[in-house]
């Protein structure tokens, strides 16, 4: 479990986040949705023990991660937005960062290399090398999406029981996203805790157990997904009348809007927009359906 409480953190004079709190449930997928410079990463990093806190407190199982002990090290798999270039080699970037993992999983690591269609023998061209060993691959042997993989692949198998992953799915094609938002049901199902940061709502709005929106460096939403399908849903309409809405937006076809009350599906997208421009109402709606968490 991931436990952040009052947690702040400035970057020089600049908050990047203001006094957040949020507890993140092992066997769980939970979205970190918001603006650019909205705190996401920052979050992330957090929970990864790579920034220091203006204040506030972080537990991972009851670990805090700032103090970077090896234990709580060994517990926490990190996958940045951007890629560093020894990724281009799968094995050797394996074989120089395993030994630091305990429950290292090698015949995960093929198995998942092979769901994205990088096979684990694969090598490529490259162009010198880093201290210790590792290839640095030529430039275009390899995209960022194909480095992110190979990321993704070790993050899965590495044993931590904590998913902390910044835009996952920059740079994959649509079948990459598939499989990966399926190897990240397999980890929740497992147990482990799965934070992720992204922009892709539509393709997460499924997927999720909770959504943390942060706007500014604060906390404009924190809900369950169960509780915000009961709680509101998206009406299509042809004018701007009716209930009074949450959100809404002029359309070709009229006008959305997000009204209080269960519907069939959730529109994550619409949640989003609400967060920001409407947090207080939603807030209220929420409330009343035991929707904060």
Do not use: Q, W
């Given at each position: 479990m991931v436990v952040m409480d009052g947690v702040s953190v400035n970057y020089g004079h600049e908050p990047a986040l203001g006094g957040v709190s949020a507890s993140f449930e092992p066997g769980?997928?939970?979205?970190?949705?918001?603006?650019n410079g909205g705190g996401k990463s920052t979050m992330l990093k957090v929970a990864a023990g790579l920034v220091r806190r203006a204040s506030g407190s972080v537990l991972n199982f009851g670990l805090d991660p700032g103090l970077r002990s090896a234990e709580s090290l060994a517990d926490i798999a990190f996958v940045p937005d951007?890629?560093?270039?020894?990724?281009?080699?799968?094995?050797?970037?394996?074989?120089?960062?395993?030994?630091?993992r305990p429950a290292w999983d090698p015949v995960r690591y093929r198995a998942?290399?092979?769901?994205f269609g990088i096979p684990a023998g694969e090598r490529v061209r490259s162009r010198g090398f880093l201290p210790g060993g590792l290839r640095v691959p030529a430039?275009?042997?390899?995209?960022?999406?194909?480095?992110?993989?190979?990321?993704?692949?070790?993050?899965?198998?590495?044993?931590?029981r904590i998913l902390l992953l910044d835009e996952p799915d920059a740079?994959?094609?649509?079948?990459?996203?598939?499989?990966?938002?399926?190897?990240?049901?397999?980890?929740?199902?497992?147990?482990?805790?799965?934070?992720?940061?992204?922009?892709?709502?539509?393709?997460?709005?499924?997927?999720?157990?909770?959504?943390t929106i942060l706007d500014g460096g604060r906390l404009a939403l924190r809900?369950?997904?169960?509780?915000?399908?009961?709680?509101?849903?998206?009406?299509?309409?042809?004018?701007?009348?009716g209930s009074a809405p949450l959100w809404s937006r002029r359309t070709a076809m009229g006008h959305e809007t997000l009204v209080a009350g269960p519907g069939d599906s959730l529109d994550l997208e619409a949640v989003y927009d609400a967060a920001l421009e409407n947090p207080e109402a939603l807030a209220a709606v929420l409330s009343q359906n035991g929707g904060h968490r």
């Open positions: 769980g997928i939970h979205g970190i949705l918001g603006p951007g890629v560093p270039p020894e990724l281009g080699d799968p094995e050797g970037y394996a074989r120089h960062r395993a030994p630091f998942t290399l092979d769901a430039r275009g042997s390899r995209s960022h999406g194909g480095m992110k993989k190979v990321a993704l692949a070790f993050a899965l198998a590495c044993g931590a740079g994959l094609d649509a079948a990459s996203r598939r499989t990966l938002r399926s190897l990240l049901s397999e980890a929740a199902a497992e147990g482990k805790v799965v934070l992720l940061a992204t922009h892709h709502l539509r393709e997460y709005d499924s997927l999720l157990d909770t959504v809900a369950g997904t169960a509780a915000l399908s009961r709680s509101v849903h998206v009406e299509r309409r042809a004018s701007g009348g």
